[in-house]
């Protein structure tokens, strides 16, 4: 079956632009996580929803960052007025509860600031 | 605060040599711990979790909780396990979400 699929895949986009990444989950994945990894480092959490109910936005790393999901379907990761450090790729993944701690991951969009 | 540390970045062994990818952690309860795989050009996927207690690929990872390490091995390596390998950490909070160590890219030279 489909996997998580993100898009776009790649984006290129000036400073103080405001960016939207998208993330489709596996089909019923009630679960779904937002994370980031910049170059050379480890995936750094950002935000969980369970449904489309974000409990705990403390992962974000400004307020410049935001996300929403509709309902158990895509949701959407919002960076405004772009910096070059939010350069980096942006992971998503879904999991059918949050029970399981099998996550699948997405391909990634890899977001480039200049 | 949970972390996870994986000390190399990079491990180079011959096929056919033992692997040993480091993974500690720290993390003030019982973890859950697990090994995430990524081979080029695919995206990241679940290599194995230490409460299945499983060999995936010849790999195993035992949680050592005295030394608060999960360590990831193999005794005889393959080319194509060349990968980079990420071991994670589940604290069970914020909806299970996953804590990363920075990875480490094995590559198995023939």
């Known amino acids: 079956g489909a996997g998580v699929s993100q898009s776009p895949s790649n984006k290129v986009t000036e400073k103080g632009k405001d960016v939207e990444l998208r993330c489709d989950p596996i089909?019923?994945?009630?679960?779904l996580y937002w994370y980031r990894q910049r170059l050379g480092q480890g995936l750094e959490f950002l935000i969980y929803f369970q449904g489309n109910s974000a409990p705990d936005k403390s992962g974000l790393p400004s307020d410049r960052f935001s996300a929403e999901r509709t309902g158990e379907s895509v949701s959407t990761l919002t960076i405004q007025r772009t910096q070059q450090e939010d350069s980096a790729v942006y992971l998503c993944?879904?999991?059918?509860?949050?029970?399981?701690?099998?996550?699948?991951f997405g391909p990634g969009t890899r977001l480039t600031v200049t | 605060a949970q972390r996870v540390t994986q000390p190399e970045k990079l491990l180079s062994v011959f096929k056919g040599a033992p692997v040993e990818l480091k993974c500690n952690y720290s993390?003030?309860?019982?973890?859950?711990l697990f090994w995430y795989v990524q081979y080029s050009r695919q995206r990241l996927q679940l290599l194995l979790r230490h409460i299945s207690r499983e060999s995936i690929k010849g790999f195993t990872a035992d949680l050592n909780k005295g030394e608060t390490s999960f360590h990831l091995k193999k005794p005889f390596a393959q080319e194509e396990d060349s990968a980079m390998y990420y071991c994670a950490l589940s604290g069970r909070k914020a909806g299970n979400m996953l804590t990363f160590g920075g990875g480490t890219r094995l590559m198995v030279k023939p």
């Open positions: 993390y003030s309860g019982s973890p859950e």
């Open positions: 089909s019923g994945h009630t679960a």
């Open positions: 993944a879904s999991s059918p509860t949050l029970a399981d701690y099998e996550q699948y």
